[in-house]
Nanobody, 117 residues
Framework: QVRLVESGGGLVQAGGSLRLSCAAS????????MDWYRQAPGKQRELVAS???????NYADSVKGRFTILRDNAKNTVSLQMNSLKPEDAAVYFC???????????WGQGTQVTVSS
């Protein structure tokens, strides 16, 4: 069973930075996409950033230029550097990975990001 452990959430003032990390373990096959999603209260979960195994990246328009996603294939980790945070970035952030060979997506438990104005 694939296990994802996130870390790095917390409280930050608007304009500040946070770095989220996620470590995957237990996978027998290579991880393809590694993604960060977020869900704010009363809102649907949304894709924030995605990175393929070959490090092709995709960002939500709302975070382009402020967030950076990186991955380390050897360590099965993915990070999300979040700069210039805004109150509207506050949410629970979830790490998620896809193993195409299994046709499965796995989720972490989520980490809270709070941005004070």
């Amino acid at each position: 069973q694939v296990r994802l452990v996130e870390s790095g959430g917390g409280l930050v003032q608007a304009g500040g930075s946070l770095r989220l990390s996620c470590a995957a373990s237990g996978n027998r096959f290579s991880i393809d996409n590694m993604d960060w999603y977020r869900q704010a209260p009363g809102k649907q979960r949304e894709l924030v950033a995605s990175i393929t195994r070959l490090s092709m990246k995709n960002y939500a328009d709302s975070v382009k230029g402020r967030f950076t996603i990186l991955r380390d294939n050897a360590k099965n980790t993915v990070s999300l550097q979040m700069n210039s945070l805004k109150p509207e970035d506050a949410a629970v952030y979830f790490c998620s990975v896809v193993i195409t060979r299994l046709g499965e997506r796995y989720w972490g438990q989520g980490t809270q990001v709070t941005v004070s104005s």
